[in-house]
């Protein structure tokens, strides 16, 4: 787990991660929880942080459960006034999980905290493939 992510942008003011990648393959086929997902971002002070179509690809027989927990996000030099999620999408590989839930994403800003998480649009993509791992 702990996928990391480096971004180093040029604009101060916008910062977008796009298509971060996590591979999970754990054991329960009925809960898959992604956990400490960290983004390290190094921009000089952004004012708003997005993060677009964050893929997660899950390899577990067909979870019924699916829990992002603690994904954090550092940001190097100041705090963002807006963080925002946009569609993250999650890549089940055998079926769709009946529910998907968000827990607790933390945003660890390494002298302050964001004031505004906004989570959007939370997609389930599936493979439509049936196999054990």
Request: some cysteine; glycine content about 0%.
């Amino acid at each position: 787990m702990n996928a990391q992510c480096s971004i180093a942008p040029a604009s101060p003011k916008k910062v977008t991660i796009v298509n971060a990648q996590f591979s999970i393959t754990p054991a329960s086929p009925k809960k898959v929880t992604i956990v400490n997902a960290q983004f390290s971002i190094t921009p000089a002070s952004p004012k708003k942080v997005t993060i677009v179509n964050a893929q997660f690809s899950i390899t577990p027989a067909s979870p019924k459960k699916v829990t992002i927990v603690n994904a954090q996000f550092s940001i190097t030099p100041a705090s963002p006034k807006k963080v925002t999620i946009v569609n993250p999408q999650f890549s089940i590989t055998p079926a769709s999980p009946k529910k998907v839930t968000i827990v607790n994403p933390q945003f660890s800003i390494t002298p302050a905290s964001a004031q505004k998480v906004t989570i959007v649009n939370a997609q389930c993509s599936n493979a439509l493939a049936r196999r054990k791992k």
